[in-house]
């Protein structure tokens, strides 16, 4: 079940839409554990929501997004013109560890249940091809604005050493706390992979 955070201190129209965008997620995750995706439509998931399909599509625009629980998991305006604010390739990498840190934190804000969907993928992996399709969306949006301060082949490089520092994120315990900002543990991730890949040539 999502856990909606500080619910109470939200006004009442933003509280029914967390609470509305929580149930079609969490209708959407028990009938995929039940019945698996294929009988996880967009409308098995509102009627099990207790929602029409416009009042769906206002949350969510697909059924693996539902399932995933994110909304949207793209790059803001905002986030885009900060990024591009800082021209070529200094600097590069830390700020696409700030692009990436800041698009994770709000999807953290959305509610997304981890543990569930964690759990999920392991017990129906046939899920895990719409998944790693979703997530690379924001792989190649990212990769096209790392193009805009490098070179091609520099850019997608320099994406998945970021990209790798989130996989190992991800793969933390559940209940691993991080000391510092998602972003500042990106960037250390990526100088800790550099510096192995740097000793391994000694």
């Not at 392991?122 to 604005?145: M, N, Q, S, T, Y």
Request: glycine fraction near 4%.
């Amino acid at each position: 079940m999502t856990t909606l955070k500080s619910d109470h201190e939200l006004p009442l129209r933003e509280r029914k839409k967390v609470e509305t965008r929580a149930a079609i997620h969490d209708a959407a995750l028990r009938l995929v554990a039940e019945n698996g995706a294929g009988h996880a439509s967009v409308d098995a998931i509102c009627s099990e929501a207790g929602v029409s399909s416009r009042t769906f599509f206002n949350y969510f625009p697909s059924k693996v997004s539902a399932i995933v629980g994110l909304s949207a998991f793209t790059v803001t305006d905002a986030q885009r013109q900060r990024f591009l604010e800082r021209d070529g390739e200094r600097w590069l990498v830390r700020d696409l560890c700030t692009l990436v840190g800041s698009v994770m934190d709000a999807t953290a804000r959305d509610g997304v249940d981890r543990e569930a969907i964690r759990d999920l993928l392991g017990r129906r992996p046939e899920l895990a091809p719409d998944v790693i399709r979703f997530a690379a969306e924001l792989r190649h949006e990212i990769v096209a604005l790392a193009e805009q301060r490098t070179t091609p082949a520099r850019a997608r490089l320099a994406v998945t050493l970021v990209m790798s520092a989130v996989d190992s994120a991800l793969h933390r315990p559940l209940d691993a706390a991080y000391d510092e900002e998602f972003s500042a543990w990106l960037f250390d991730a990526v100088m800790t992979m550099q510096a192995i890949a740097r000793e391994s040539l000694d």
